[in-house]
């Protein structure tokens, strides 16, 4: 068991490292220029202005050279500069991880609560109008996207509880 787990985490490191080069070029072919979106299509800005920008964002040299500098970055814990706000990005991090961890908490405590009393009535009372009701019930669970539910759900508290 302990061999599996290690070999699982060795695989797990090639692929976080793959993610991050694909998410990576992704980010950097997008059609339009970060530059001109932070500078808010200002047709006044000066080509000095735009490289002084560019180079002050990271956005000099080749990818591999952009991707290097921003992974030895993320390995000693600096994730750069958000684009959006100049804001630290470990700063956004720091606010969002603890919500994204609630969030975690209460759906796995839902998915538990809904989804062992479903497999339960499945086991016990197999092909029984029980079980296609809770295999059914299941995929319904699966196959509604997140989203549609979430808002659905709000839409419904919203007006039940004003």
């Known amino acids: 068991m302990l061999g599996f787990a290690g070999r699982r985490f060795l695989l797990a490191i090639p692929t976080i490292i793959g993610i991050s080069i694909i998410i990576f070029m992704m980010v950097r072919l997008m059609p339009g220029d970060i ?84 497999g339960v009535i499945s086991a016990v009372r197999r092909d029984s109008a029980g079980d296609y009701a809770s295999r059914v019930g299941g995929l319904i669970g699966i196959s509604i996207p997140s989203f549609w539910l979430a808002t659905l759900l709000l839409i419904f508290t919203s007006r039940v509880f004003g």
């Open 35 to 118: 530059v001109d979106v932070l500078l808010g299509g200002d047709a006044t800005a000066t080509a000095e202005q735009k490289q002084q920008a560019r180079e002050q964002l990271g956005l000099t040299g080749s990818y591999p050279e952009q991707y290097w500098r921003w992974a030895s970055g993320v390995t000693t814990g600096d994730f750069g500069d958000s684009y959006r706000n100049a804001e630290p990005v470990s700063d956004i991090l720091q606010r969002a991880v603890p919500i994204t961890l609630e969030l975690m908490i209460l759906a796995l405590l839902i998915a538990t609560l809904i989804g062992v009393p479903l």
